[in-house]
């Protein structure tokens, strides 16, 4: 079991040259990550490729702009935005509320 209350959360500026600040709890085993992230409002993931694995990307709360392989997508709570290995995508909260996602980043 992970429990995400129990792990420190990181603040990281500019996540993948996104905009503002990424909060982020984050479990990893070496290989794979699964992380709890919050991108405030104007925040954002920058546009970058998975070369080693896939990304599952559960949005939890609120809405996400998502760019996968150029085409942007609207991605709400209850839906999964995915971005498998060989591709490139962004996240961006452009909504005034939190946006709250958990991921799954795999290497194969």
Known sequence: MIDFDQ???QKIPNMKGGKGVARCRMYT???NKILKATL???CSIGYHAHTD???VCYILEGEATCVLDGQEEI???????Y???GSSHSMENKTTQPLVVM??????
């Open 7 to 9: 792990i420190p959360e």
């Open 29 to 31: 085993d070496g290989m």
């Open 40 to 42: 405030d409002p104007g």
């Open 53 to 55: 694995g896939a990304e």
């Open 75 to 81: 991605v709400e709570a209850g839906e999964v935005h």
């Open 83 to 85: 971005c498998p290995k």
């Open 103 to 108: 991921n799954v980043v795999t290497k194969q």
